[in-house]
């Protein structure tokens, strides 16, 4: 069954640095998100890219962020200068009408 | 408001047990609606989804949708120990791409 895939499942990194989360979304999905939880906290929408372009951003996807699909296949999130505040879940997710979530990376800033 | 809400929980109940979860959304335009399973530190997982008021069954799983109340629920039947999990029901509007995530429910089935 087709699935998305997210790596790593854990980065830590120091603050202050800039880190990329990647993903393979499913081969024949036109829409990909990235989706943010926070420990015990709800998961939140932060992205969407459809078109090779950003299509709905959240709040918290500010100038710190940002998306590129630089092959056919992988979707990546970058994230610039992180802060204590960035650690959580960072979630992948693919659809062509409901969406399929990946495993999570989970990216601890220290 | 929130745009959508759940019971938190935690909520408990017995091997074999029928579970009732529940989730209102503030907004009419939200068209499409789904339930994930979410094991902890793991991706949601999809369960449900649905687009149309009525009843939707899936072996164990049956969701509920009316869109007058803006009501939507997850009926759970003969429940086991591998249901406990946190359950999220979200929800898309018709033109829209950004999935809208309840807080999600914790639910411990006991054996």
């Known amino acids: 069954e087709p699935e998305v895939t997210q790596t790593p499942s854990h980065q830590v990194t120091q603050m202050g640095q800039e880190v990329i989360l990647r993903c393979v979304p499913i081969s024949n999905h036109l829409y990909f998100y990235w989706y943010r939880q926070i420990l015990g906290q709800k998961v939140e929408f932060l992205v969407s890219f459809y078109n090779n372009e950003i299509s709905e951003k959240s709040e918290i996807f500010d100038d710190q962020f940002s998306v590129e699909r630089p092959d056919g296949s992988n979707f990546t999130l970058k994230i610039r200068s992180t802060k204590l505040e960035d650690s959580a879940m960072y979630f992948c997710?693919?659809?062509?009408?409901?969406?399929?979530f990946g495993q999570g990376t989970r990216l601890t800033v220290v | 408001q929130k745009e959508v809400e759940q019971d938190p929980g935690p909520l408990s109940v017995p091997e074999g047990a029928i579970v009732s979860l529940n989730c209102t959304y503030s907004n009419s335009a939200f068209q499409y609606f789904m339930w994930y399973r979410q094991y902890s530190r793991k991706g949601p997982e999809l369960l449900m989804y649905t687009y149309s008021s009525g009843n939707k069954e899936d072996g164990r799983f049956t969701a509920q949708v009316d869109k007058s109340s803006k009501y939507i629920s997850l009926f759970i039947r003969d429940s086991q120990p591998s249901d406990s999990a946190t359950y999220l029901c979200?929800?898309?509007?018709?033109?829209?791409?950004?999935?809208?995530f309840g807080p999600g429910t914790r639910l411990s089935v006991l054996p």
């Open positions: 997710a693919s659809s062509a009408t409901e969406a399929f």
């Open positions: 979200a929800t898309r509007k018709i033109n829209g791409q950004n999935f809208v």
